[in-house]
């Protein structure tokens, strides 16, 4: 597990209770995601490289900074959605690439059915995001999905993940970073992370 990063904070545990609660509603469930995924953009941007600029306060003149990576956020659908805006809070310049995807019930295989992404792939600091990592099938594809349109610089944002979706994403991608608000247990005979917080798509959107 060594690329994978658990994003440790007492906010984010107790936001990550409220999407675990199987009372909490759709609207509550998108409000809460939300917060925490605003909650871990700071630490999944840290590193983000900065120009500096020179500007006058006030007072005086200073010193300034503008982020000089291009960031390009792949929401992977339906779910990723659901922490799009908490990244566009932040970077509202930043490009969105979608990638649709589903989980073939039976075969628990990713099936994708729609991508579209804006050009500079090669040179933008992408940021995968999907609220669940459970086998990692569709993480894993739609990582190699944009490394096959020349993306290099690529990170995942997950809320929750299993250990069996961490080792499939550090055995197919060794280079890519998985940001994680915690490490559950494991994944049941259906696929579904335990303990989990359900299907995330569903709860969302309320299907
Ligand atoms: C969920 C989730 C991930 C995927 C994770 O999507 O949002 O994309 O499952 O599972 P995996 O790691 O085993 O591939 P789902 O297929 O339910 O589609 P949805 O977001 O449209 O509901
Ligand atoms: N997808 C989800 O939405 N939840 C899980 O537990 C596994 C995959």
């Known amino acids: 597990m060594n690329n994978l990063h658990v994003i440790e904070h007492p906010l984010i545990k107790r936001d990550l209770t409220?999407?675990?609660?199987?009372?909490t509603s759709s609207e509550d469930f998108r409000i809460v995601?939300?917060?925490i995924a605003s909650l871990m953009v700071f630490e999944v941007t840290r590193d983000l490289r900065l120009d500096t600029t020179r500007i006058q306060t006030p007072l005086e003149k200073t010193e300034g900074h503008l982020i000089s990576d291009e960031v390009i956020l792949v929401p992977v659908l339906r779910a990723g959605l659901g922490m799009l805006e908490s990244y566009l809070a932040y970077i509202p310049n930043a490009k969105v690439g979608h990638i649709g995807m589903y989980r073939d019930e039976t075969t628990l295989k990713p099936v994708d059915y729609y991508a579209k992404f804006p050009p500079n792939l090669s040179r933008s600091v992408v940021i995968v995001i999907d609220p669940m990592l459970a086998t990692g099938g569709s993480a894993s594809a739609a990582i190699a999905y944009l490394k096959e349109r020349e993306a290099r610089n690529i990170r995942l944002n997950c809320i929750v993940a299993a250990p069996e979706g961490v080792e499939r994403?550090?055995?197919?991608?060794?280079e890519v970073k998985i940001y994680a608000a915690v490490l559950d247990r494991e994944l049941n005979e259906n696929g579904y992370i335990l303990p989990g917080l359900g299907d995330a798509g569903d709860r969302i959107f309320g299907t």
């Open 18 to 23: 409220l999407l675990r609660t199987n009372t």
């Open 169 to 174: 994403v550090e055995k197919d991608h060794p």
């Open 33 to 35: 995601l939300k917060r």
